[in-house]
Nanobody, 119 residues
Framework: QVQLVESGGGLVQAGGSLRLSCAAS????????MGWYRQAPGEQRELVAT???????NYADSVKGRFTISRDNAKNTVYLQMNSLKPEDTAVYYC?????????????WGQGTQVTVSS
């Protein structure tokens, strides 16, 4: 059984920083792409950032220059450093990973971690 466990969310003032972590565990052969998505109340889930196994990154326009995604393949962990946070960044943040098990790739999601930015 594979699990993604997120940590690092919380309440922060506008302009502040938070660092999210997401660790994958279980019977994992390897992890391909990993990413972070977010969902604000009443909104659809949206992409925040993704990173390939080789380290290529992609960001939503709304977070470019403020957020940085990184990963540690040895630890099966992905991170999201969030700086210069804005109230509009308030959402539940979800980790996503494309995990290879027995030569097949499966899509996994974490349980979500709340990020609240006060003005």
């Amino acid at each position: 059984q594979v699990q993604l466990v997120e940590s690092g969310g919380g309440l922060v003032q506008a302009g502040g920083s938070l660092r999210l972590s997401c660790a994958a565990s279980g019977s994992i052969f390897k992890i391909n792409a990993m990413g972070w998505y977010r969902q604000a109340p009443g909104e659809q889930r949206e992409l925040v950032a993704t990173i390939t196994r080789g380290g290529s990154t992609n960001y939503a326009d709304s977070v470019k220059g403020r957020f940085t995604i990184s990963r540690d393949n040895a630890k099966n962990t992905v991170y999201l450093q969030m700086n210069s946070l804005k109230p509009e960044d308030t959402a539940v943040y979800y980790c996503n990973a494309a995990i290879v098990i027995l030569l097949r790739e499966y899509d996994y999601w974490g349980q979500g971690t709340q990020v609240t930015v006060s003005s």
